[in-house]
């Protein structure tokens, strides 16, 4: 229990407590420093003993703030958090939920990585940067909605997301990154709008579930074997400019080449 005169928590402040099971804070705390609960893998609950109505003034969840907490189950991000660093929730293989609060601005770099019990994501539309792997290998994960207007999903952002069935975009999204969505088995559909001009290699790869998908005449590039290893795929419609081998998919497979004029 931290008593209600602590205002900071301090880099490493606890990392490696591998016996911590509870912390409960008594105060507004100004910030959590990188590391700070890093390898406390018994730390099961975190609670907050303070007025719902007081202000929270952290701005930032830091790098490998909770990594490898893989008995933490829940966790609220403070309202007033505006980045999520990389590595901070990272290997969290309890975390079921979690709630991405508006104020966020960025989510940086394998920030949920391996996060296997997190079944739902939202990404609010304060959101202006998703990085690469932010949630790569989140197992469990079955479905996901951007609400952000972002133009680009990086690579590798949902590399190994087995379970994702479903995804959606916001319609200013132009460019899918390599290996976005790579190995998500479970995925059985692409909701691709007008804006998409760009998808990456192998951003699609081994995507065993998906069974049809249809390309936008907006979309330019289409990157090598970007849909490679799709083994259910039975139906496809591309532009005609797009050479559908050059990015996995079997001549036979092609229902409908869509006219760009």
Not at 35 to 53: E, G, H, R, W
Not at 187 to 202: A, H, Q, R, T, V
Not at 229 to 253: E, H, M, Q, R, W
Request: glycine share 4%; hydrophobic share 35%; aromatic share 10%.
């Amino acid at each position: 229990s931290l008593p209600s005169s602590i205002k900071e928590i301090g880099k490493f402040a606890f990392y490696g407590c591998y016996s911590l099971e509870k912390v409960h804070i008594k105060s507004i705390l100004n910030s959590i420093g990188e590391s700070a609960f890093c390898y406390c893998k018994s730390l099961k609950q975190i609670t907050y003993d303070v007025p719902s109505n007081s202000p929270s003034i952290i701005n930032v969840i830091n790098k490998c703030t909770y990594s490898f907490c893989s008995l933490l189950k829940n966790i609220v991000i403070p309202p007033s958090v505006k980045s999520i660093e990389c590595y901070s929730f990272r290997g969290c293989s309890s975390l079921s939920e979690i709630k991405i609060p508006s104020s966020v601005e960025q989510i940086l770099h394998h920030a949920f990585c391996n996060c296997d019990n997190l079944k739902e994501i939202l990404i609010p539309a304060s959101v202006n940067v998703i990085k690469t792997h932010a949630f790569v290998n989140c197992t469990s994960l079955e479905k996901v909605t951007i609400l952000s207007p972002i133009k680009k999903i990086d690579g590798y952002t949902f590399y190994g997301c087995r379970s994702l069935k479903e995804v959606s975009f916001h319609s200013s999204l132009t460019e899918i990154g390599k290996y976005a969505f790579c190995k998500c088995s479970s995925l059985e559909y692409l909701p691709f709008d007008d804006s998409i001009e760009s998808i990456g290699k192998f951003a699609f790869s081994a995507c065993y579930s998906l069974t049809n998908i249809s390309l936008p005449t907006t979309v330019k590039h289409v990157g090598k074997l970007s849909f490679s290893g799709c083994t259910s795929l039975t139906k496809a419609a591309i532009p005609l400019s797009i050479d559908a081998g050059y990015f996995g998919i079997k001549s036979n497979v092609i229902n409908d080449h869509i006219d760009e004029k």
